[in-house]
């Protein structure tokens, strides 16, 4: 697709790679700039990424423009090759080509991260300052070596040199020096302010900074405005590190693939190269204490591979041929033979960092509600700074110098630049955490609603069972005998993909029966599958499906209901209306299932099982897991437990992401579990790539954890803001405290949301 050029008069989509931005506010400045120019639309800013795209129509702005009003705001843009595709991040495979679409479900209702970008959601209109944004080279250099803080150190050195020369000299010579720090930060503050103003940013940070430190200077108080102006300097190279590190916790996952692997030739000699062009087909060496450079599949070899820089999993797996692998993961012993079955730019490790950019750039509830308040924030606060200066003078008799003084400081305390990255930068640092673990969450609404969950519905069958379901017994009818009862399922059931389909034809395989062949198959949703098979139209499905057809079970009934009562699933075959046996089927409960339950009620979470099985086997296996059960549930029947779950709060659905489509849809928030990677990767709000019961209640902690760091930076963010307003009215503090009220603010809660980047699961 092109990006440079629109021809044919028909819009198109261009992307860029944007590097200096810091924070929300940074995101919500691009976008409103940009999208002012004429036959600009879609734009959409990843932070995390550092990616812009939009949608240029004739005759409007070109992508020259473009660059420049980015450019004016103090940020560097480089286009992209393709639109929408970030870059590879430092070290990662190449992801060119693969800009997936994430809308697997239609989760009406509730936020979808990675399914949204952004483009239609507004951001508060306050910009946050930044001065001397790197160049692209300032990403590979020391955060000392970078623009930002080449700005800090000029500034330090005239403010100190200025104070120093203040001890001996007298003040009229050093008066001139805190003018000269203060006109040098000024000027590309004052730049940016200005641009900031046109493209339709007036409430900016650079605005409010740039006229207080102004006033300052008029009304006497130059080493003030020099401070402020350098504090807030400080304070901007610290953003800059700390949002460099929030980056680096998504980039340290491209470091999990090798540069190179050992790629197969004909003649069984291998060649090495760059792991990203390895193609789908190829056949790769896996040697002892490699890490594995691809998604694929064993077809020599075995095993035990560590997975747990990509799922979290601590214990090593076996695998063998035929078995799945998956980019990331360590080949602990044996060498392996693996050939390809995914590209390098759409493998496991580079969808999950694409899934977490995506996720990073939407947002959660909370963080709208702070966007749209803070949106009123700052009028209000100028207004108040202007009674300040003009009406004390009468009522309190102030003199104008101290209400002009006053009034300035109030405007800095005005900005809520802290209060608006409190929530983003606590969430992209939950969504890292959470991803380095195994736990991959699709955006901030999700990651926010998961915590909240008061009951969390599990799927049975390969959620909270193996997914690996065996025949143990068959049972046939007086006068039948057992081969042709499995003779005639296998028959029936081949072709299908459904666990107990497989689980039939396995046993039909191990007992060596040949599977007769079958036409005209059918399905009876949640009940039946049906085909006819040697002229006789046979049935295998639940007994109470035979029931209604009018089969007649005569003695296998109680059978059926001892195989039950042991957890066990009886399938029933019905043959010309008549019941010719029945097949017990069990699938073992994951070992970590009851401790996953477990930990979830520690939580104080409610755990239930919805099933489609018969009511015996799934009593059964909730005894043992101890969580409740609704059984006998048809597709329609989960839908309605879950809207009536949703009755008494936000509901969690677990299930494999295939057969669970509509009621993880209809949940609150939807978790895949079990099934390939790419059920993790494509089908929910979130995935447990770990494959662990216990993983759910780890996301339920990870939500918590997330939420409780968004309120402690919310306390901080307003606490430091009220506690400096009321101080400076009084007049305790001054211009450079409430300079610190806002950089001050912002530094800690970025420290504090880089804390959840350590974070680690206590169930």
């Known amino acids: 697709m092109e990006t440079a050029t629109r021809a044919g008069g028909v819009s198109q989509p261009v992307s860029w790679r944007v590097e200096g931005m810091d924070c929300a506010s940074c995101v919500a400045k691009v976008e409103k700039a940009v999208g002012g120019l004429p036959g600009v639309s879609n734009v959409s800013v990843n932070l995390m990424a550092e990616r812009m795209g939009l ?26 090759a393709s639109p929408g595709l ?78 120093a020369l203040s001890l001996i000299l007298p003040e009229r010579l050093t008066y001139p020096l805190f003018l000269a720090a203060t006109a040098v930060a000024l000027v590309p503050f004052g730049r940016r302010a200005f641009e900031l103003a046109r493209a339709g940013s007036p409430f900016s940070i650079e605005t409010l900074m740039v006229t207080a430190a102004v006033g300052a200077a008029v009304i006497g108080a130059a080493e003030e405005a020099a401070i402020v102006v350098l504090l807030f300097a400080v304070g901007e190279l610290l953003e800059n590190v700390a949002a460099g590190r929030a980056r680096a916790g998504i980039r340290a996952l491209a470091t999990l693939m090798p540069r190179t692997a050992l790629r197969l030739r004909p003649d069984g000699t291998t060649e090495e190269l760059p792991s990203e ?108 700074s202007l009674l300040v200066i003009l009406v004390p003078p009468f009522l309190l008799g102030w003199d104008w110098w101290t209400s002009v003084y006053r009034g300035l400081a109030v405007l800095l305390i005005a900005c809520p630049c802290a209060l608006v990255i409190s929530v983003p930068a606590a969430m992209a640092s939950g969504l890292s955490a959470g991803a ?36 143990t017994d068959v049972l046939p009818a007086p006068g039948v005998e057992a081969w042709d009862v499995l003779a005639y399922a296998a028959a029936v059931e081949q072709g299908s993909a459904h666990p107990l389909a497989k689980a039939v034809m396995a046993e039909a395989a191990a007992r060596g029966i040949a599977t007769p062949p079958a036409s005209d198959q059918g399905a009876v949703p949640g009940k039946a599958v049906t085909a006819t098979v040697a002229g006789k139209r046979v049935s295998v499905g639940s007994p109470r499906h035979a029931g209604e057809m009018g089969a007649d079970l005569g003695t296998l009934g109680e059978r059926i209901t001892a195989a039950e009562s042991e957890g066990k699933t009886a399938v029933a075959v019905i043959v010309d209306g008549r019941a010719v046996g029945v097949l017990a089927i069990r699938d073992e409960p994951r070992a970590d299932a009851a401790e996953g339950i477990a930990a979830l009620s520690a939580l104080g979470v409610r755990s239930v099982m919805l099933t489609g099985d018969n009511a015996r086997t799934g009593a059964a296996i909730a005894r043992g897991l101890g969580l409740d ?129 350590t974070w680690k699961p206590t169930t």
Request: overall charge negative; proline content about 4%.
């Open 55 to 80: 949608t240029l129509a004739p005759g409007g702005a070109t992508a020259e423009e473009v660059e420049r009003r980015v450019e004016a705001l103090g940020y560097k843009a480089r286009r992209l």
């Open 86 to 163: 970030a870059e590879p991040a430092r070290g990662a495979p190449d992801r060119a080509g693969h800009d997936h679409d994430h809308a697997g479900h239609d989760h009406s209702g509730h936020d979808h991260a990675g399914h949204s970008h952004g483009a239609d959601e507004g951001h508060g209109a306050f910009g946050h300052s930044h001065a001397d944004h790197d160049d692209p080279a300032d990403a590979a250099k020391p955060w000392y070596a970078t623009g930002k803080a080449r700005l800090v150190w000029v500034l330090g050195a005239l403010v100190l040199g200025a104070y």
């Open 277 to 384: 062009r390895l193609t789908v087909g190829d056949l790769v060496l896996i040697r002892p204490g490699d890490r594995v450079p691809c998604d694929g599949t064993i077809e020599e070899g075995q095993s035990a591979l560590d997975e747990s820089p990509v799922t979290g999993e601590s214990v090593p797996v076996s695998r063998g041929p035929g078995e799945a692998v998956v980019a990331g993961s360590i080949n602990a012993d044996g060498t392996l033979r693996v050939r390809v079955t995914r590209a390098a730019a759409d493998n496991t490790i580079a969808r999950i960092i694409r899934m977490v950019e995506e996720a990073t750039a939407s947002r959660a509830p909370t963080q709208r509600f702070i966007e749209k308040f803070s949106t009123w924030w700052t009028p209000g606060a100028m207004i108040v």
């Open 436 to 471: 380095r673990r195994g736990l991959l969450i699709k955006g901030g609404a999700a990651l926010e609603e998961i915590g909240a969950a008061k009951v969390v519905a599990f799927d049975k069958t390969g959620t909270l069972t193996e997914g690996r379901p065996r025949v």
């Open 629 to 757: 059960v609704k059984a006998e549930l048809l597709p329609d029947d989960k839908l309605r437990e879950i809207a009536a779950l949703r009755q008494g709060g936000a509901v969690a659905m677990v299930g494999d992401g295939i057969n669970d489509a509509p009621a993880l849809a209809a949940a609150s928030v939807g978790v895949a579990m079990g099934g390939g990677t790419d059920v993790a990767l494509e089908t929910a709000d979130a995935a447990v790539l770990k494959d662990r019961v216990t993983g759910v209640a780890e996301l339920v902690g990870l939500s918590r954890a997330t939420m409780t760091n968004v309120k402690t930076n919310v306390v901080i963010a307003v606490g430091l803001k009220g506690v400096f307003l009321v101080t400076t009215l009084i007049g305790i503090t001054g211009l450079w405290p409430a300079i610190l009220a806002d950089t001050g603010a912002t530094v800690l809660v970025t420290i504090n949301a880089l804390r959840l980047l």
